[in-house]
């Protein structure tokens, strides 16, 4: 039993007709396979890791920054490939942090020091 259809080559069948009379159509729209959880973008914390690892070696070099010695460790760490996201991003955290106020700890010893004239000639 044929049924036709008012549209032409329709692929579905009109409502009403017969269970089987004709395959299911393809599905040539949708979800496509999958292939494990979305992995995050390349780049982005190991950029700022390696930013961070670079300035605070900077700042042990140039500065005498003590607080930078752990902070360039962390920064390490949080390059390490076998690292878990949570964990590269909170060493990160504590890499920018130990920068920042080794950073802050130097810029007030220079003032503390200029202003009691110590760094005079």
């Keep these: 039993?044929?049924?036709?259809?008012?549209?032409?080559?329709?692929?579905?069948?009109?409502?009403?007709?017969?269970?089987g009379e004709r395959p299911?159509?393809?599905?040539?729209?949708g979800y496509g396979p999958s292939y494990g959880p979305p992995q995050p973008p390349r780049?982005?914390?190991?950029?700022?890791?390696?930013?961070?690892?670079?300035l605070n070696l900077l700042a042990i070099v140039g500065c005498c920054n003590v607080l930078a010695i752990p902070g360039s460790i962390l920064a390490g760490l949080a390059l390490r490939a076998e690292t878990l996201p949570k964990t590269r991003?909170?060493?990160?955290?504590?890499?920018?942090?130990?920068?920042g106020l080794g950073f802050a700890l130097?810029?007030?010893?220079f003032f503390s020091l200029g202003a009691n004239g110590y760094l005079d000639d």
Excluded: C, F, K, Q
């Design 1 to 19: 039993m044929s049924h036709t259809n008012p549209g032409g080559d329709y692929p579905y069948e009109p409502y009403g007709a017969p269970y």
């Design 24 to 29: 299911p159509p393809g599905h040539g729209h």
């Design 43 to 54: 780049g982005g914390v190991s950029a700022a890791a390696l930013v961070a690892l670079v």
């Design 106 to 109: 130097t810029i007030s010893v």
């Design 89 to 99: 991003r909170d060493l990160l955290t504590w890499s920018w942090v130990l920068y």
